[in-house]
């Protein structure tokens, strides 16, 4: 069963992970006065946060949205359904390589904003020239889209992460640093894992391309290491809370849901989902050796607990999530994993991979 993340995160403070206390004086407009700019990264689940965040900033805060697409458009979820967009009066620019920052910002026209979402950059070589554009036009926010990718919690805890944990200096956190050293009124969103039904791959398929061919599932440890799936909507809803949210500004937010689910229960639901039984394999991931570069096998998951807290976007911008994969495994098992034609695909896997990894079964298999 899924149940509710409380608030047991980490303490760990490190200087460089604390938001700075300039922007705070800003005066933030109201969504009337507001428009936004998002700029988008050509899919997965930071390409369906994109989509969510376009409709529900366009839908449910009236505010124009223009969206500086990676491209090209190939049709593709969640491209496909781009005709929400154009209902909603969302204006999507095709950017066939959103490095060309002059071009890209050229196609707007001259157009001005009063806040930017960057839901592409990687680096701090990427954001750059977009921040720097926002900062000429006096945006109020300027919400990145980075990782919980970056978090280094000390060896050995298990408990939720929160804002504060250590983090690694990868690109994403240094383009953090970046826009933040600029004084942009800046919000760092770090989603974890995201699933929805406008998704291409998921981290789902890991486990039904093996429950509908009747392979065991290999799981890493014991199975009762607790995760966050978070719908991509529901990550949308809270970077659509920060803008124009004076109590965003120079913030970092954990982006993902309240609830936990295990491993162990991610399986049967996906089992049950799918209508077959299934068989779990506990296995040691550090028991085997991998013989090539070649070699494919990846849980989707870490080995060990990996989840984070989102308390912080609870008391500061009032989020709530309205998705619980538990719930919704059903539904994306039928409209997205079966619909798209998964099923017909993993006929053709081979899981050569697994065989090897499962030589280092730990116990007995679990159904």
């Not at 071009?103 to 954001?127: H, M, Y």
């Not at 805890?157 to 826009?179: P, W």
Request: glycine share 8%; with cysteine; proline share 5%.
């Amino acid at each position: 069963m899924a149940y509710s993340l409380v608030a047991v995160a980490l303490a760990f403070s490190p200087a460089s992970n604390r938001a700075p206390a300039t922007g705070r004086s800003i005066a933030v407009r109201m969504a009337g006065d507001s428009s936004v700019l998002i700029i988008q990264n050509k899919g997965g689940g930071h390409g369906e946060i994109g989509y969510h965040l376009a409709l529900q900033l366009a839908k449910d805060k009236g505010m124009p949205v223009t969206i500086l697409h990676e491209g090209p458009n190939k049709g593709k979820p969640p491209h496909n359904a781009y005709g929400d967009l154009d209902a909603a009066g969302v204006t999507v620019h095709w950017c066939d390589n959103l490095e060309d920052s002059a071009a890209c910002l050229a196609a707007l026209g001259g157009a001005r904003f009063t806040a930017v979402v960057d839901n592409w950059s990687k680096s701090p070589e990427q954001i750059k020239p977009y921040a720097e554009a926002a900062k000429g036009w006096g945006v109020t926010n300027y919400a990145y889209v980075s990782s919980a990718g970056m978090y280094t919690p000390a060896k050995g805890e298990k408990g939720a992460i929160a804002e504060t944990c250590a983090v690694k200096s990868s690109e994403q956190r240094q383009a953090e640093e970046l826009i933040a050293a600029m004084g942009l009124p800046y919000s760092y969103f770090r989603p974890q894992y995201i699933y929805g039904p406008k998704q291409g791959k998921s981290y789902l398929s890991f486990f039904f391309d093996r429950l509908t061919r009747g392979r065991p599932v290999p799981v890493p440890n014991d199975g009762k290491q607790s995760v966050t799936m978070t719908h991509a909507a529901d990550n949308a809803a809270m970077i659509a809370a920060a803008i124009g949210n004076e109590k965003a500004v120079g913030e970092a937010f954990n982006c993902a849901t309240t609830l936990l689910i295990t491993y162990d229960e991610l399986v049967r639901r996906c089992a049950g989902a799918a209508g077959v039984d299934c068989e779990i394999a506990y296995y040691d991931p550090k028991g085997f050796v991998k013989p090539s570069d070649d070699f494919k096998f990846g849980f989707p998951f870490r080995d060990t607990p990996f989840f984070v807290s989102a308390e912080k976007a609870k008391t500061l911008l009032g989020f709530e999530p309205k998705h619980d994969i538990a719930k919704d495994i059903g539904w994306y098992f039928e409209s997205n994993y079966k619909a798209s034609g998964a099923m017909e695909k993993a006929k053709k896997l081979s899981f050569e991979d697994d065989d090897l990894v499962l030589t280092a079964k730990l116990t007995a298999a679990a159904k």
